[in-house]
């Protein structure tokens, strides 16, 4: 039911219905309209329609000031993880990192990047750093021999010839001789589908083999 079907009589009431708290989709479901319809009404009665959703009434708000969250961010390192844990620590709120990053993203404070963050923490908790550096290099495996000669003779080629034609010298090869007319045929080893007596260098080698093949089946055991 459009808006323009409603008497004046109704529109007021719609109004005056959701002043005093009634859902849009109440409305709707009671005079068989949608809620955009009654959106518009109320728009038009100059009443300032709610949010759809209520979780706008739900946010937490930061229990830092600005300072505080900076300091925290930017000066004692704090990741958000950390800022989570010690919102609940001193503040009993427990949040999510997302609320977090809104918290900083409302205070005006620059996200850190990855970098700026291993800077910062390398720079404040070096034991902390070096250990995980220590466990970084652990676990690093060498890298073997042949590879590193391989990789070598690989950046030689693409340097000397260009990245195409040094993945086209790279590529593993096939070479077949056609089943019709002995022509060899190189391809891709995934590309033969077939056996190499079944192999053709062309669709019209293809088509006259596979002629003959019917001939000599019709002959052999006559028309089907």
Not at 9 to 31: F, H, M, P, V
Not at 165 to 181: D, I, P, S, V
Not at 201 to 212: E, G, I, L, M, Q
Request: glycine share 4%; net charge positive; charged share 30%.
């Amino acid at each position: 039911m459009p808006a323009s079907l409603f008497t004046p009589e109704q529109k007021a009431e719609i109004a005056r219905r959701y002043e005093q708290g009634a859902t849009s989709d109440e409305l709707a479901s009671e005079y068989g309209c949608d809620r955009s319809t009654i959106s518009r009404i109320v728009r038009a009665a100059g009443v300032t329609p709610r949010p759809s959703h209520s979780h706008f009434d739900n946010r937490i708000d930061c229990p830092y000031s600005n300072e505080a969250l900076r300091l925290l961010y930017w000066r004692r390192g704090f990741s958000s993880t950390e800022i989570i844990f010690h919102a609940w620590e001193n503040h009993k709120l427990l949040v999510s990192e997302k609320v977090v990053r809104r918290w900083l993203r409302e205070a005006r404070i620059t996200i850190r990047t990855m970098k700026e963050a291993q800077t910062l923490r390398a720079k404040l908790r070096p034991e902390q750093f070096s250990e995980f550096h220590k466990a970084a290099l652990a676990a690093h495996r060498p890298v073997p021999t042949e590879l590193k000669a391989a990789v070598a003779d690989r950046m030689r080629k693409v340097q000397k010839i260009g990245t195409k034609a040094a993945a086209k010298a790279n590529r593993r090869t096939e070479t077949r001789l056609c089943a019709h007319c002995g022509k060899p045929t190189t391809r891709r080893p995934s590309a033969f589908t077939r056996p190499p007596e079944h192999t053709y260098c062309s669709r019209s080698c293809s088509n006259v083999a596979t002629k003959r093949f019917k001939s000599k089946k019709e002959k052999q055991y006559g028309h089907l």
